[in-house]
């Protein structure tokens, strides 16, 4: 694919549009030995202990935020410094819910009895290393995750927030990490699973597993918008830790910009399956000039940027879940 001279808009006219039925099969190409090569690649990446909890804007500053993270029970408020704080959702008195409780001048206070945690050790109480990266709050647990800890997570290369648009999703499915990075690891799907979003696509590279290259599949795919109206790009998947995979746009409209998607394990649901959350971050970014006025109109604009990636999600976590459910009954065939 080659962007050429910028259009003066982004549209471009699908001239040979075919049926659903009549695109070219990508099953030959999808070869299961080539995704689960990838998988395990991902899968031997460091995280550091860290998991994705959020958005960076769901922390209030009178609130704390509960989540469950590898079936433990976390609250993450912000300081007077406006630092994230994280550390077990239990109170150590008698086991009232943080989560229920009120930050007052950085200090999470507890409504049971008016125990007060200003974030550091105190009463039994420990916190967990916290991380905001401007997007997406981070929190690493070394008991869960097991590897030597890092002091920050891996975040992936974004475009500068000054300058980008920012969504984040969150949808939440019966099935492991593994099985959400394996999803973002087959892109050969997107055109047939996703007819409403995607056409046109075709895998123009992908990863060999040798040291030191790069280990992302190379995609052009183009966007639908109605009709015959796309919107075509050049995109590289990456997996840069192991509940991560990146999607960066490389060429064609908002080159620069990325998709996150981030697999966080949240414990066991009372059939005892695994219950997975996936936490996307779309940073977008354009060089036209009329990108500032979207930048601007940010907060109507996220509602719909979180139903696109709603709609796609209904759909890939149906994957991600089927592929679970088969594994842990011995039947997947990949």
Same mark, same amino acid.
Request: charged residues 25%; glycine residues 12%; aromatic residues 6%.
């Given at each position: 694919?080659?962007?050429? !001279?910028?259009?003066?808009?982004?549209?471009?006219?699908?001239?040979?549009?075919?049926?659903? @039925?009549?695109?070219?099969?990508?099953? !030959?190409?999808?070869?299961?030995?080539?995704?689960?090569?990838?998988?395990?690649?991902?899968?031997?990446?460091?995280?550091?202990?860290?998991?994705?909890?959020?958005?960076?804007?769901?922390?209030?500053?009178?609130?704390?935020?509960?989540?469950?993270?590898?079936?433990?029970?976390?609250?993450?408020?912000?300081?007077?410094?406006?630092?994230?704080?994280?550390?077990?959702?239990?109170?150590?008195?008698?086991?009232?819910?943080?989560?229920?409780?009120?930050? !007052?001048?950085?200090?999470?206070?507890? $409504?049971?009895?008016?125990?007060?945690?200003?974030?550091?050790?105190?009463?039994?109480?420990?916190?967990?290393?916290?991380?905001?990266?401007?997007?997406?709050?981070?929190?690493?647990?070394?008991?869960?995750?097991?590897?030597?800890?890092?002091?920050?997570?891996?975040?992936?290369?974004?475009?500068?927030?000054? $300058?980008?648009?920012?969504?984040?999703?969150?949808?939440v499915g019966v099935c492991e990490p593994e099985?959400?990075?394996?999803?973002?690891?087959?892109?050969?799907?997107?055109?047939?699973?996703?007819?409403?979003?995607?056409?046109?696509?075709?895998?123009?590279?992908?990863?060999?597993?040798?040291?030191?290259?790069?280990?992302?599949?190379?995609?052009?795919?183009?966007?639908?918008?109605?009709?015959?109206?796309?919107?075509?790009?050049?995109?590289?998947?990456?997996?840069? @830790?192991?509940?991560?995979?990146?999607?960066?746009?490389?060429?064609?409209?908002?080159?620069?910009?990325?998709?996150?998607?981030?697999?966080?394990?949240?414990?066991?649901?009372?059939?005892?399956?695994?219950?997975?959350?996936?936490?996307?971050?779309?940073?977008?970014?354009?060089?036209?000039?009329?990108?500032?006025?979207?930048?601007?109109?940010?907060?109507?604009?996220?509602?719909?940027?979180?139903?696109?990636?709603? $709609?796609?999600?209904?759909?890939?976590?149906?994957?991600? @879940? $089927?592929?679970?459910?088969?594994?842990?009954?011995?039947?997947?065939?990949?």
């Amino acid at each position: 694919m080659s962007t050429g !001279r910028r259009r003066r808009l982004p549209l471009s006219l699908r001239g040979h549009a075919v049926p659903w @039925e009549r695109q070219s099969p990508t099953w !030959r190409e999808a070869r299961p030995a080539l995704i689960a090569g990838a998988l395990e690649r991902a899968r031997a990446r460091p995280s550091g202990n860290w998991y994705v909890v959020g958005a960076s804007r769901a922390v209030r500053d009178d609130r704390p935020l509960t989540r469950t993270v590898a079936g433990r029970e976390v609250v993450l408020w912000r300081d007077a410094a406006g630092r994230p704080v994280a550390g077990p959702g239990i109170c150590p008195h008698l086991g009232a819910p943080l989560g229920d409780g009120r930050v !007052r001048c950085g200090t999470l206070v507890c $409504r049971w009895h008016g125990l007060a945690l200003d974030g550091g050790s105190f009463a039994g109480w420990e916190p967990f290393p916290a991380y905001d990266d401007g997007v997406l709050l981070w929190v690493r647990l070394d008991a869960a995750g097991g590897e030597p800890p890092l002091d920050a997570p891996v975040v992936p290369r974004r475009p500068a927030r000054g $300058r980008a648009l920012t969504a984040v999703h969150t949808a939440v499915g019966v099935c492991e990490p593994e099985d959400v990075v394996a999803n973002r690891l087959d892109p050969w799907h997107g055109a047939w699973l996703h007819p409403y979003s995607f056409v046109d696509l075709t895998v123009t590279g992908t990863p060999d597993g040798a040291d030191g290259g790069e280990d992302g599949f190379t995609v052009d795919v183009s966007f639908k918008v109605a009709g015959r109206l796309v919107v075509p790009v050049r995109a590289v998947f990456t997996a840069p @830790e192991p509940r991560t995979v990146v999607m960066h746009i490389t060429e064609g409209e908002g080159a620069g910009s990325v998709v996150e998607s981030h697999a966080t394990p949240l414990g066991s649901d009372d059939r005892g399956r695994p219950r997975t959350a996936v936490v996307e971050a779309v940073v977008a970014a354009s060089g036209r000039p009329g990108f500032a006025l979207a930048r601007g109109a940010a907060p109507l604009l996220r509602p719909l940027v979180r139903a696109v990636a709603g $709609r796609l999600w209904r759909d890939d976590l149906a994957y991600a @879940e $089927r592929r679970w459910s088969l594994r842990s009954s011995g039947r997947f065939p990949g």
